[in-house]
């Protein structure tokens, strides 16, 4: 038999083999079918001498991304880049470095301990034939391990956790932080469904630029710290390891700076949350799952987000809120704020579980802020330790903070107009970020001294605007107590009065009732 004769044979062999395999995919039942899958791979499996262990990207409910999966692919990065021929590149670290990963349907080999291990990404696309104008769904991604059988509990009791190990190690040194906001939920959906969008956070603030006295800065600083290095503390006391803050005081006191000045401490990623946008309690919980360890969940103005203080109002200030309702101004303001917050059914006793319920154990290594500038419309329940566990008061600039504001917009440390702005920060009140205006050169003409002076101005103006405001709030109530003053005489004349009167319509009664008896 010649060589073209034998492939001739083999191809009408496989050729045949092939129709038959299509036949019996087609045609034969089912339970047959899985009948003979299973048997066969029982028979594989007696001549086959690998081991092969699957790690998929979503498990469960695809609630959320494995922590296993995301460990593989930044171990595997480390040498797919010299082994592997098909790569994809990802920017990170301020967009300095490229970090090189394995594409779908690549293989690379690692050693460990003298054992060759392949690992494989594959991904699953779906079989659809639906005709749509999006790009088709993203299949399910997974890598696979293989390894000769007789290292299996190598592979099981140390080079996986190996992995695991190296894979968040690495995970760390190449992690850029990230700046995120909730998306609506029609946007969870489809062929780009996503909970969140981000961008990098690349704000610069820390501690040592911070307007606030130095103190205070520490005492903020330790408090973080310590609970970054908590973990056993919190597993052995029983609490989930997150931590509350409550940031609250007037506007311009610096407290979106105190939130990126903290989230540079500790190098975490912040969750912007806008509760006006979600609509349930449920989805609420659906975004907390999404959100990572060494995170800040930040929901800032939470007065202003929803209306969260009105659930449990005494019955005193539910009557006055009836009271207002019946000014037309009053009520249309309401009506407004209604509507504003009327696709969104998220509820105090929701918002109350998200931050201290059982669902807020899910993770770790969280710290939830809240921002407000009037601290006295929360609800007791939500600001309370346990909830909101350090409350940090944000108030206006003082001396201390003031010479931070200095070294930072002029680079000077010290001046002989420091005195004065110091007794008029005393004397009046200014934020700090009116302070920053102030200092801020508007030109190249504009040296530090200029800029002092110009501060000192706005100081003097604005205690002057103060003291106008005083005075006018005393006259008034001057005159409110005088006219009280006046109303009470007249009062006094009218109730003596009606008291002549009543006495002399008593006086007639028992004279009309003499004569009556008399006439008897």
């Known amino acids: ?230 973990k056993d503390y919190y597993a052995k006391i029983g609490k989930p390891w997150k931590r509350g803050y409550l940031l609250y005081g007037p506007p311009g006191t610096g407290k979106s700076t105190m939130i990126a000045a903290m989230a540079n401490l500790l190098n975490y990623d912040v969750y912007d949350l806008e509760l006006t946008t979600v609509k349930d309690n449920s989805e609420l919980r ?21 209306d969260l203080t009105g659930q449990r109002k005494p019955k005193k200030e539910k009557e006055e809120d009836e009271e207002e309702g019946k000014d037309p101004i009053s009520k249309k303001k309401k009506e407004e704020e209604a509507e504003r917050n009327k696709s969104s059914k998220v509820t105090l006793s929701g918002l109350l579980n998200f931050i201290d319920g059982i669902w807020s154990a899910c993770g770790g290594e969280r710290i939830i802020v809240f921002t407000t500038n009037y601290v006295e419309k929360l609800d007791p329940a939500l600001i309370r330790r346990g909830r909101m566990d350090k409350h940090i008061e944000m108030s206006y600039c003082c001396f201390e903070a003031f010479k931070v504001l200095a070294k930072n917009y002029l680079d000077i440390e010290s001046h002989q107009l420091f005195a004065t702005i110091q007794n008029l920060l005393e004397e009046t009140k200014m934020t700090p970020a009116d302070i920053a205006e102030n200092l801020m050169p508007k030109s190249d003409d504009e040296d530090g001294e200029t800029c002092l002076k110009k501060l000192i101005a706005a100081l003097e103006e604005t205690k002057e605007e103060e003291a106008r405001k005083k005075s006018e709030e005393e006259a008034k109530l001057k005159s409110e107590q005088e006219a009280k003053e006046q109303e009470q005489p007249a009062k006094e004349d009218e109730k003596v009065k009606d008291n002549d009167t009543s006495k002399e319509i008593k006086e007639n009664d028992l004279i009309s009732n003499g004569k009556e008896n008399n006439s008897i």
Not at 292 to 301: F, G, N, R
Request: hydrophobic share 35%; with cysteine.
């Open 286 to 306: 659906k975004l907390l799952i999404e959100t990572t360890s060494k995170s800040m969940i930040v929901i800032e103005d939470i007065d202003c987000s929803l």
């Open 1 to 230: 038999m010649t060589i073209v004769e034998m492939w001739t044979h083999l191809g009408s062999a496989i050729a045949g083999l092939m129709f038959a395999w299509a036949i019996f995919q087609q045609y034969f039942p089912h339970q047959i079918r899985d009948h003979f899958s299973r048997y066969g791979q029982k028979l594989l499996g007696l001549v086959y001498p690998y081991l092969q262990i699957t790690f998929h990207e979503y498990t469960g409910e695809r609630l959320k991304r494995s922590e296993v999966y995301s460990a593989i692919q930044n171990y595997l990065s480390a040498n797919s880049s010299t082994n592997a021929k098909k790569l994809k590149a990802d920017v990170v670290k301020d967009n300095h470095s490229v970090v090189l990963t394995m594409d779908d349907h690549e293989e690379v080999t690692d050693d460990f301990n003298g054992i060759k291990i392949w690992w494989s990404s594959n991904k699953i696309t779906p079989q659809t034939q639906t005709f749509s104008f999006y790009p088709a769904p993203e299949g399910k991604r997974y890598f696979k391990l293989t390894v000769h059988r007789r290292h299996r509990d190598v592979i099981t009791n140390s080079y996986i956790d190996h992995v695991i190990k190296k894979g968040k190690e690495i995970a760390v040194k190449n992690r850029q932080r990230k700046l995120y906001t909730n998306n609506t939920s029609d946007q969870w959906y489809g062929w780009k469904a996503t909970k969140w969008s981000h961008v990098m956070f690349e704000h610069p603030a820390s501690f040592d630029t911070l307007a606030m006295a130095t103190k205070e800065k520490e005492g903020i600083k330790k408090d973080l710290k310590k609970f970054s290095q908590s």
